[in-house]
């Protein structure tokens, strides 16, 4: 009996032992996994500084607009109409809202976020998104309240034209505590210079929706002017606004906001070079952009980098590009009046680039957006459209990546000229987007007079929906010799070669 009792006795201890040691696993395993265990894809290699590339969230209808908020979550806004909130550190993500009234057509639909400035106290959410009433396009601003983990009492705020692009669409607060709306100028440029008219403008508002006392016209929520198509809207550490703005077929800029000022679409894109922008600057007191790519980088998303976790970006604007596909970064002087350097980085690596913001933990977040209407070549791929993280490590496990230089822009032949200017629109394959850009690959006007293609290509051409082909006029003549040559004579186009002098008198 003594010997069962103590069999017994063995028994309980070592079951007690194997039970705290599974308890110990299971309470290993719980706490592991609300750790990191975000996929690493990437290392990248600063002067000094290694980081790590991860995937935060995967398998997204395009990521639009990236607000970190006060509570240290990543608000998200999908272009289809939902809300999302996601832990920056397990890649958890809730779904807030999914607004019916969002629609959604080419780069129209659920755009800009931002958070109430005293959000812990005001739990108030601004959101901006297109919708049709009666066959007319709206876009407009919304407040929402944040509570039980999702997005309720709709407000709207405020409602301007809308059109299927040039919608603008990012949100922030200054700090003073007012609302800031960059919109674009719906697809008609004389929204852009009009008074009477909120597109193509920063929009300065009240939280409450009121226009504030010290607007430069108290009567106007206008505060700049001048604008095509902002994409991009940040403010420093010093309150400065920056903006990243798509130009036409040249000149998208950067540029540094004031009170009040004009800068100058559609008279003038980029800087002030031509002598019919020089007359109307004079006159209008036009401003100058910061900085300008010519050929467009289709500049989108843009943030601003204060945190010391990555020194050699600090002091400096971040700009997610959508036709090069690419981070820039963008180093400013210590007032933040100038760009004095740019690098490249993750060029066509993970498509387009829609929004980039920056953490208060020091990790920078873009959203790809290949689902979009318009992706790259050999995009979307599995698991877009994803939201990455990138933020600072001690070791790598990839081969290292490493920024370039953004460098001089040499001389290009046609086929190189097509890539820059025309590629983006119509394919690299000349196939074009079925009802928006028409193929060129066996095109009637490609193929027939060489007068009529010149002629496009010098003048442009207006949709009846308010779209356009740019003009190209500012090509030289060999420029332009040299891409229609290259048009004329791809993808099973067989057309007569033009010689410059027939543009050059074309132009006369």
């Known amino acids: 009996m003594q010997n069962l009792s103590r069999s017994i006795r063995k028994m309980k201890h070592t079951c007690k032992r194997t039970y705290l040691f599974f308890s110990l696993l299971l309470f290993s ?17 600063l002067q000094n500084t290694l980081l790590k590339v991860e995937v935060l969230a995967s398998e997204m ?7 970190y908020g006060e509570d240290n979550q990543l608000w998200v806004t999908e272009q289809g109409g939902t809300v999302w909130r996601i832990d920056v550190t ?13 629609w959604r057509k080419r780069t129209a639909g659920l755009l800009g976020i931002t958070l109430h400035p005293d959000f812990t106290t005001q739990p108030f959410v601004f959101v901006n998104y297109t919708l049709m009433r009666d066959s007319v396009i709206f876009s407009r601003l919304e407040r929402y309240r944040f509570q039980n983990d999702t997005l309720v009492e709709p407000t709207t705020v405020l409602e301007i034209g809308g059109n299927t692009a040039h919608n603008g669409s990012r949100l922030t607060i200054s700090p003073d505590k007012k609302i800031i709306w960059a919109t674009g100028d719906a697809y008609t440029i004389t929204n852009a210079q009009s008074d009477t008219c909120l597109n193509g403008k920063i929009l ?16 106007s929520y ?10 991009g809207l940040v403010y420093s550490d010093k309150g400065l606004l920056y903006t990243a703005e798509h130009g036409d077929a040249i000149e998208d800029e950067i540029n540094h906001i004031n009170k009040g000022a004009n800068y100058g679409w559609p008279v003038i894109e980029g800087f002030h070079n031509l002598e019919s922008e020089h007359v109307f600057a004079a006159k209008e007191h036009t401003v100058e952009p910061l900085y300008s790519w010519t050929p467009v980088v289709a500049p989108s998303g843009i943030t601003f980098y204060v945190h010391t976790a990555i020194p050699e970006w600090k002091n400096s604007l971040l700009v997610g590009t959508l036709k090069t596909q690419s981070v820039r970064v963008l180093k400013l002087n210590d007032a933040g009046t100038a760009i004095v350097n740019e690098e490249v980085f993750f060029a066509d690596r993970y498509g387009r680039i829609r929004d980039i913001c920056a953490g208060k933990d020091g990790a920078v977040y873009i959203s790809t957006s290949n689902r979009d209407w318009n992706p790259a070549s050999g995009f979307p791929k599995q698991g877009d459209d994803r939201i990455l993280k990138i933020s600072a490590t001690t070791k790598a496990i990839h081969p290292v990546l490493k920024g370039s230089s953004a460098g001089a822009v040499t001389k290009l032949n046609g086929e190189e000229l097509y890539k820059q200017y025309c590629a983006s629109c119509h394919k690299p394959d000349g196939t074009g987007v079925q009802g928006i850009f028409p193929a060129l690959k066996g095109s009637a006007i490609v193929n ?8 496009l290509l010098l003048k442009g051409r207006k949709g009846k929906d308010g779209s356009a082909m740019p003009a190209f006029s500012f090509l030289k003549d060999e420029e ?3 891409l229609i040559n290259y048009i004329r004579n791809s993808w099973g186009n067989k057309a007569a070669s033009v010689n410059k002098e027939i543009i050059f008198q074309k132009r006369s």
């Open 29 to 45: 395993a719980c706490t592991s996994k609300n750790k990191s265990d975000l996929q690493i894809i990437d290392n990248v290699q």
């Open 204 to 219: 300065r508002l009240n939280l409450d929706g009121t226009i504030p006392a010290d607007n430069p016209n108290p009567k």
């Open 90 to 102: 397990t890649g958890e993500r809730k779904q807030l809202l999914h607004i019916n009234d969002v």
């Open 61 to 67: 209808d395009v990521p639009w607009d990236l607000h």
């Open 448 to 455: 027939g007079s060489s007068q009529e293609l010149i002629d």
């Open 480 to 482: 332009m010799r040299s």
């Open 222 to 231: 206008v505060w700049a002017k001048g604008f095509r198509n902002m994409q």
